[in-house]
């Protein structure tokens, strides 16, 4: 892609925006006219107040001038009319592209691997989608339209000037090359400075969303004023960025003034001398410095002009960069079914999450319908990533991997997910209540099944102590509950949608002893009858597992049930040892 800080102008990429205009072209093309037409109109302000002061005011018509001046109300009424109808359009059309835009980029950002996510700040990818899109409107509603409108009143009033009196149009306009000297230099320092201005908007963006979301860390230990020094360091070049665009218009804007005040003073210089010469009119003279007004006005402005449609580019370039990023899994399977069983099979597989640095070599197993399979290991082992892997959350590098002897790659992503739920160690809930947490806004689960799943789970009874009960607000990432309370609604969440496969990633790795016991009641409920794979520390959790499989860097060490593995007096027999070395369970087989 062509980088738009690199030339004048993109106008590759600016045919690409304008794609998003393709459905709403009656709407571009109309504003379009009343921008033009305004333009015309505004001619006839300064046209009229000539005649008025030349035939009514100096050949004291009273009457007529009434009429003038009647006339001259109607002029501004209907401009006024057509300004709003332009003005409303301007920012529809705006609003409608980005609103299409940014459907666009979400759809397309949350169909990205998991990769793309480990690799990329949250907080860029909102100023993407957020704050960088909303510029793209600005292109509408103050870019593209209003520079046709205001190039057009410019060439309007230019042939106008020199049509009725040339010497006196040249005259007033000896300062306009100065004026575009200006302004063609204030586009390029304002240009560079809005760019500076968009990276430390990103920045800053990214270092809050990143600090509120880890409070919790920065404060237990004790990093609030090194972290506020850091955003200070930002807040200050963010804030040195916008200087440098204040310190650009309270050069321009002045310099500006100087040449239009001093077009004007040149046309009262020569220009009263034709007056009185008899070579032209006193209403010409007047008309003459409303025209400097319309000349200088859109002048000055176009350099904001440009510089709104040159960061409406980068914006759009920072924007389709995320478009044209290819991280998404490619969802080429046509597989669909109505009926899963879920036997599972991997066979030779391999998976790295950078290059050729192994997380899983040659991994080879099989679990039948309706078996659990617990995998235990040391942290980074890979037991993680075999979940990942089942779902394609990320795709393998070697291998393949089968779901009822269809490679899940032959799946359609949303059948093969559609029949599997997860419950993750880290519980994320929504700020919402806990029905739309459990039932993620799916409208074919109704009350009635999620206050059922919660009484098996074992969960009713705490929910309906809350206020509100199942209409509990739970805030962001449920902090208003606790650890064993959010991995309780994850199964509930999990048991609703009733998989055909379940996976439960250290699910109770991070809960106290008594939300431990109600986690392994859930647990029972949740894996009877179903294909399911546990990955866990705690080995209390998964003595029953029809098969336990032990991973150590990326590989099978050991596999059997939890009796077999004790007499194996191997990896499993230690780590077992090991967890209840101060308890009296010794026996292999209990």
């Known amino acids: 892609m062509s980088n738009v800080t690199?030339?004048?102008?993109?106008?590759?990429?600016?045919?690409?925006?304008?794609?998003?205009?393709?459905?709403?072209?009656?709407?571009?093309?109309?504003?379009?006219?009343?921008?033009?037409?305004?333009?015309?109109?505004?001619?006839?302000?300064?046209?009229?107040?000539?005649?008025?002061?030349?035939?009514?005011?100096?050949?004291?018509?009273?009457?007529?001038?009434?009429?003038?001046?009647?006339?001259?109300?109607?002029?501004?009424?209907?401009?006024?009319?057509?300004?709003?109808?332009?003005?409303?359009?301007?920012?529809?059309?705006?609003?409608?592209?980005?609103?299409?835009?940014?459907?666009?980029?979400?759809?397309?950002?949350?169909?990205?691997?998991?990769?793309?996510?480990?690799?990329?700040?949250?907080?860029?990818?909102?100023?993407?989608?957020?704050?960088?899109?909303?510029?793209?409107?600005?292109?509408?509603?103050?870019?593209?339209?209003?520079?046709?409108?205001?190039?057009?009143?410019?060439?309007?009033?230019?042939?106008?000037?020199?049509?009725?009196?040339?010497?006196?149009?040249?005259?007033?306009?000896?300062?306009?090359?100065?004026?575009?000297?200006?302004?063609?230099?204030?586009?390029?320092?304002?240009?560079?400075?809005?760019?500076?201005?968009?990276?430390?908007?990103?920045?800053?963006?990214?270092?809050?969303?990143?600090?509120?979301?880890?409070?919790?860390?920065?404060?237990?230990?004790?990093?609030?004023?090194?972290?506020?020094?850091?955003?200070?360091?930002?807040?200050?070049?963010?804030?040195?960025?916008?200087?440098?665009?204040?310190?650009?218009?309270?050069?321009?804007?002045?310099?500006?003034?100087?040449?239009?005040?001093?077009?004007?003073?040149?046309?009262?210089?020569?220009?009263?001398?034709?007056?009185?010469?008899?070579?032209?009119?006193?209403?010409?003279?007047?008309?003459?410095?409303?025209?400097?007004?319309?000349?200088?006005?859109?002048?000055?402005?176009?350099?904001?002009?440009?510089?709104?449609?040159?960061?409406?580019?980068?914006?759009?370039?920072r924007v389709f960069k995320i478009l044209d990023t290819d991280s998404s899994i490619k969802n080429t399977g046509k597989q669909t079914t109505d009926n899963l069983n879920g036997n599972i099979q991997f066979k030779d597989v391999w998976f790295a999450y950078n290059d050729e640095d192994w997380v899983l070599k040659d991994l080879n197993f099989e679990i039948k319908k309706g078996q659990s399979l617990a995998i235990i290991g040391a942290t980074g082992a890979g037991k993680s990533s075999i979940i990942n892997l089942l779902g394609r959350y990320y795709e393998i590098n070697k291998g393949e991997i089968f779901i009822d002897n269809i490679n899940v790659k032959d799946f359609e992503l949303k059948s093969l997910r559609k029949f599997m739920s997860v419950v993750l160690q880290d519980v994320f809930l929504f700020s919402d209540s806990i029905m739309n947490n459990i039932t993620l806004f799916n409208e074919s689960i109704s009350e009635e099944e999620v206050i059922s799943a919660a009484k098996e789970i074992g969960a009713h009874e705490f929910i309906t102590k809350l206020p509100g009960g199942y209409n509990y607000d739970v805030k962001e990432r449920g902090t208003m509950l606790s650890v064993g309370q959010r991995q309780l609604i994850s199964f509930i969440r999990a048991y609703v949608h009733q998989p055909e496969i379940l996976i439960l990633d250290e699910a109770t790795s991070s809960i106290d002893s008594e939300s431990e016991e109600l986690i392994k009641h859930a647990t029972s409920v949740l894996t009877k009858d179903r294909t399911s794979i546990i990955v866990a520390h705690r080995l209390s959790t998964i003595k029953n597992a029809d098969k336990i499989m032990v991973i150590d860097k990326g590989s099978i060490v050991e596999e059997g049930s939890h009796s077999q593995l004790l007499k194996m007096n191997g990896f499993y027999k230690k780590l077992y040892d090991y967890q209840f070395k101060d308890k009296n369970e010794t026996q292999y087989n209990s």
Request: net charge positive; no cysteine.
């Open 6 to 317: 690199g030339k004048a102008f993109d106008y590759s990429l600016f045919k690409r925006v304008m794609q998003y205009v393709k459905p709403y072209q009656g709407m571009f093309y109309f504003t379009a006219f009343l921008s033009i037409f305004l333009a015309i109109l505004a001619l006839g302000r300064p046209i009229l107040i000539q005649i008025t002061i030349d035939d009514y005011i100096i050949g004291k018509d009273y009457k007529g001038l009434w009429m003038m001046a009647m006339a001259l109300v109607g002029v501004l009424v209907f401009e006024s009319i057509l300004t709003y109808f332009y003005t409303l359009l301007g920012n529809l059309l705006g609003q409608n592209v980005i609103k299409d835009l940014r459907n666009e980029t979400f759809t397309h950002v949350i169909k990205f691997k998991l990769k793309y996510f480990d690799t990329t700040p949250i907080g860029q990818l909102v100023t993407r989608t957020v704050s960088d899109i909303e510029t793209i409107a600005e292109m509408f509603s103050g870019g593209i339209l209003v520079i046709i409108g205001d190039l057009l009143k410019i060439l309007s009033v230019l042939v106008y000037m020199f049509y009725t009196n040339w010497d006196l149009a040249l005259i007033t306009l000896i300062p306009i090359p100065i004026l575009f000297l200006a302004t063609s230099i204030f586009k390029k320092v304002i240009k560079k400075a809005f760019q500076e201005v968009r990276d430390q908007v990103s920045k800053l963006n990214t270092f809050v969303q990143e600090h509120i979301t880890g409070m919790s860390v920065v404060q237990i230990f004790n990093r609030e004023a090194v972290e506020m020094e850091t955003f200070s360091a930002i807040n200050k070049k963010h804030r040195k960025a916008h200087i440098k665009t204040v310190w650009a218009y309270s050069i321009f804007f002045p310099v500006v003034e100087i040449l239009s005040a001093s077009s004007i003073a040149l046309l009262v210089w020569y220009g009263f001398g034709e007056v009185a010469q008899g070579h032209a009119e006193p209403g010409e003279i007047f008309a003459y410095t409303l025209f400097i007004y319309m000349l200088y006005r859109p002048i000055r402005q176009l350099a904001d002009r440009f510089n709104t449609l040159q960061l409406g580019m980068v914006s759009s370039q």
